[in-house]
């Protein structure tokens, strides 16, 4: 006998191993897009998923493979919610993300501390560090990368142009 319980973790699972279309080294839990798996009363598996941005155009192909996904796992009856509250964070990123992101050549998001988010009107957050030499010499080419979620970056040590996942 499968118990609700064993359903949800393998939806879960199955839903977990969908790559992000934009940054395909990631899955959606690494970006913390995938928020919760339940088995509905009228026995549906419902994924709710968080964009990272309100506009993502990401969504509609990342909602379109989580069903793929979880009726591969021999769910039938799959729905797909999106939520926008609570607001997508980068602090959702896993680790494993963060490292993912890295080893891609993109420089992962600062993390954030807990508590009150300072403010300081006129200065930026710090700048990253450059994800294939290391170094802290680099400048800001653009405020948009390859998508509105990152920045375009430049090393001024090897040289090297760089995307930055921005934190949220």
Same mark, same amino acid.
């Given at each position: 006998?499968v118990?609700?319980?064993a359903?949800?973790?393998? #939806?879960?699972?199955?839903?977990?191993?969908?790559?992000?279309?934009?940054?395909?080294? @990631?899955?959606?839990?690494?970006?913390?897009? @995938?928020?919760? *798996?339940? *088995?509905?009363?009228d026995?549906?598996?419902?994924?709710?998923?968080? $964009?990272? &941005?309100? /506009?993502? $155009?990401?969504?509609?192909?990342?909602?379109?493979?989580?069903?793929?996904? *979880?009726?591969?796992?021999?769910?039938?009856?799959?729905?797909?919610?999106?939520?926008l509250?609570?607001?997508?964070?980068?602090?959702?990123?896993?680790?494993? /993300?963060?490292?993912? @992101?890295?080893? &891609?050549?993109?420089? $992962? $998001?600062?993390?954030?501390?807990?508590?009150?988010?300072?403010?300081? @009107?006129?200065?930026?957050?710090? #700048?990253?560090t450059?994800?294939?030499?290391?170094?802290?010499?680099?400048?800001?080419?653009?405020?948009?990368g390859?998508?509105a979620?990152?920045?375009?970056?430049?090393?001024?040590?090897?040289r090297?142009?760089f995307?930055?996942?921005?934190a949220?």
């Open positions: 006998m118990t609700v319980a359903d949800v973790e393998l #939806a879960r699972h199955a839903a977990a191993q969908v790559l992000d279309p934009e940054v395909p080294v @990631l899955t959606i839990a690494d970006l913390g897009v @995938l928020r919760d *798996v339940v *088995v509905l009363d026995g549906a598996v419902e994924v709710v998923i968080t $964009p990272t &941005y309100s /506009g993502c $155009p990401a969504m509609e192909t990342i909602a379109s493979d989580v069903l793929d996904a *979880v009726r591969a796992a021999g769910f039938d009856d799959v729905r797909v919610r999106t939520v509250s609570p607001a997508w964070t980068t602090d959702w990123m896993s680790d494993d /993300g963060r490292r993912k @992101l890295a080893e &891609y050549g993109i420089a $992962p $998001p600062t993390t954030r501390t807990t508590g009150p988010v300072p403010l300081t @009107l006129g200065s930026r957050p710090a #700048a990253p450059c994800p294939r030499c290391g170094s802290a010499d680099v400048r800001e080419l653009s405020h948009f390859s998508t979620c990152k920045s375009l970056w430049q090393c001024s040590s090897c090297e142009p995307d930055h996942f921005k949220i």
